[in-house]
């Protein structure tokens, strides 16, 4: 059974380097390099294929 079938998305060995690293390590490492931290998340997020809201929720979650 085939629920969906091939996107054309190809992923890079960077991004698939960096979804081996945790959500927060991601995001550092964008911000690490001067992104802003919106947009880190931003881009985390495109790359995990989730919200940027589900991932901000991950994030702050992380700090209790």
Known sequence: ?????YSGET???EE???LSLTPREQVEKYVGEGMA???AIKRAA???GMSKSDLYKILE???D
């Open 11 to 13: 992923r890079t060995n």
């Open 37 to 39: 931290r919106m947009d």
């Open 1 to 5: 059974l085939v629920v969906e079938g």
């Open 46 to 48: 495109k790359l995990r």
């Open 16 to 18: 698939i380097d960096e």
């Open 61 to 63: 979650d992380e700090k």
